[in-house]
């Protein structure tokens, strides 16, 4: 699906649970050379190299940079050192969740939901502003989202930087076409990971999905298929496609409310 020998880079791995982790195995399996970056040396020390699911060997055999994506510089230092790079995965997002989450939508705290911004949004044109480079002969940048049709419990502001994330998704695919640059976003459905661990009520929104997806959706085997959306369109069958939301959800955002139970699965999968 990618094209293989080529590189990419997978921006926001975490941990063995991380979106971008399981991005990063499916371009390596397709013969992608990845490299990743972690936000800082404090999170590899603490997330990484304490996961569980992977062996020493295997933490130090990832091709990993650190970088910020509100530090300007730390972006710009990144790409000088990266070389030609094919396709980028934008999968980043932050915010307080005592402030920016929760039960109750609105906050005072304004500096909390700019940072919020910054790291879900705006950093997607800070790196493709530097990365261009590194794209000369053209490729490919996905970001990751989740439904922006609808508002959800809990997912306050975080919905609201989804939303612009998306529009900038769309205004970069206008910006770069003329470079051959493609610029798309995967929606996907509720996926156990750090980041959505402290969504508080994550639980009722994964339970909420099952009665709305018409496909079944499981929280941790369904980040490979959101794994392959992105490498599919990280790749050349995807080469006409910018610009696009592609939402990988099991179908839940479509649903009109919950499923009738003559619609439901009469045996569902073990
Ligand atoms: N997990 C879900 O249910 C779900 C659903 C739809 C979309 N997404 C999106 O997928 C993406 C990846 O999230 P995830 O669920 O894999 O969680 P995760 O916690 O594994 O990844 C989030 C990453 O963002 C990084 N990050 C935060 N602030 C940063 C900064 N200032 N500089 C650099 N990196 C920073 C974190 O270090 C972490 O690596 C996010 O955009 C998230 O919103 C997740």
Request: net charge negative.
């Amino acid at each position: 699906m990618i094209e293989a020998g080529k590189t990419y880079l997978v921006m926001g791995l975490l941990d063995a649970d991380s979106l971008a982790f399981a991005i990063g195995k499916t371009i390596e399996r397709f013969g992608g050379r990845v490299i990743y970056t972690v936000q800082n040396e404090v999170f590899k020390k603490r997330f990484l190299d304490r996961a569980e699911a992977l062996s020493r060997q295997e933490i130090e055999a990832l091709d990993l940079r650190f970088c910020d994506v509100t530090v300007d510089e730390e972006v710009q230092e990144l790409f000088a050192d990266l070389g030609p790079l094919r396709g980028l995965v934008h999968s980043i997002a932050y915010a307080n969740p005592n402030t920016c989450l929760g039960e109750e939508f609105h906050t005072s705290e304004i500096d909390d939901i700019l940072l919020s911004h910054h790291i879900s949004c705006v950093s997607l044109a800070t790196v493709l502003r530097h990365a261009q480079p590194s794209l000369k002969d053209g490729g490919s940048v996905v970001a990751l989202s989740f439904d922006t049709a609808h508002v959800y419990p809990y997912y306050n502001w975080m919905g609201v930087q989804k939303a612009a994330l998306e529009a900038l998704v769309r205004a970069l695919a206008r910006r770069h076409g003329r470079d051959l640059i493609r610029v798309n976003a995967v929606s996907a459905g509720p996926l156990f990971t750090k980041a959505a661990s402290k969504i508080p009520g994550f639980g009722s929104l994964t339970s909420l999905w099952e009665t709305v997806s018409p496909l079944p959706w499981d929280t941790l085997k369904d980040k490979q298929a959101v794994a392959d959306a992105v490498t599919f369109l990280l790749g050349p069958y995807a080469q006409k496609i910018t610009g696009q939301i592609l939402t990988v959800d099991g179908g839940a955002a479509i649903t009109g409310g919950a499923l009738m139970g003559f619609e439901k699965r009469a045996h569902p999968p073990d």
